[in-house]
């Protein structure tokens, strides 16, 4: 999309691509904490591929997000796009009152475990970024504008002589993309990824192979926080030495609520 002019020769646009990317832990570990008051629903599907790639099974699943004491919850509102039954239901709302309780029961020491794990998650993050800029070689290519926001657009193409085998860094070097990132913010607005290697994961030997695809987008919700909008993936590989795997995967977030201490736990039957 053309942008105008005057988000062209704004004074303060960056130049080093590298800068941006490492701006962006610092306005990860910002957002994360307003992130933790809102809920929103999630939907999920999954497309099964035959050899031609055409679609040979179907499934979603969609589930209402809570942050429950501390820590998010999924709960099950609707299957293949339909709800639940009521025992189906009420089983979902039984699990979260049991959730709930327990999650209230937690004692200060547990509570510190979780912020500790929140900590370490902000690390993990801030540790990601900087093997990005060890792994790739990064381009600026330009401002565009998404959403009416002015976003640097940066290719990302591996390195040759970067080599870690640690997970998940080991990976980097099998992914080739480019990311969008907020001119203000330093958020991410897009992410779009291609395996040009294959590779394995795990012990379970599953294979991914080149030609698998992953896209992420997020949205500024309400002026002050970014939170999932929609992600996809499109897979090609191997589980284990027989069985083959072509699937296309969705996720798409909306209905985006701020949370209150006096909401009240709905019942799943009220979702509409």
């Not at 591929?49 to 055409?54: A, C, F, T, V």
């Not at 976003?151 to 640690?166: E, G, K, L």
């Not at 997970?167 to 990132?181: A, D, T």
Request: hydrophobic content about 35%; overall charge positive; charged content about 35%.
């Amino acid at each position: 999309m053309l942008v105008p002019v005057f988000l062209l020769l704004a004074a303060d646009r960056l130049t080093d691509p590298v800068e941006i990317v490492q701006k962006l832990a610092t306005a990860d570990r910002r957002n994360r904490e307003i992130a933790r008051q809102y809920t929103f629903i999630s939907r999920s599907e999954e497309r099964e591929l035959d050899d031609r790639g055409k679609v040979k099974k179907t499934e979603s699943t969609t589930e209402e997000v809570t942050f429950l004491h501390g820590r998010y919850y999924a709960r099950k509102v609707a299957k293949n796009d339909k709800p639940l039954s009521a025992a189906e239901a009420a089983k979902e709302d039984e699990k979260l009152r049991k959730e709930a309780a327990k999650r209230e029961r937690e004692s200060r020491d547990e509570n510190a475990k979780l912020a500790q794990e929140q900590a370490k998650q902000q690390e993990q993050f801030r540790k990601l970024i900087d093997e990005i800029v060890k792994a790739y070689e990064l381009k600026l290519e330009g401002i565009e504008q998404i959403d009416q926001r002015a976003v640097y657009r940066i290719s990302a193409n591996p390195r040759s002589d970067y080599n870690r085998r640690m997970p998940p860094y080991s990976v980097l070097k099998n992914l080739r993309g480019q990311m969008w990132v907020d001119c203000s913010e330093f958020q991410l607005v897009k992410v779009e990824a291609d395996v040009v290697n294959n590779f394995s994961l795990g012990l379970v030997l599953a294979r991914i192979s080149a030609g698998t695809r992953l896209h992420f987008e997020q949205a500024r919700v309400n002026g002050e926080v970014w939170l999932p909008k929609f992600a996809a993936a499109k897979i090609d590989g191997r589980l284990g030495v027989f069985k083959k795997v072509r699937q296309e995967s969705e996720t798409a977030w909306k209905d985006f609520r701020k949370f209150s201490t006096e909401s009240r736990i709905v019942e799943t039957s009220e979702i509409k």
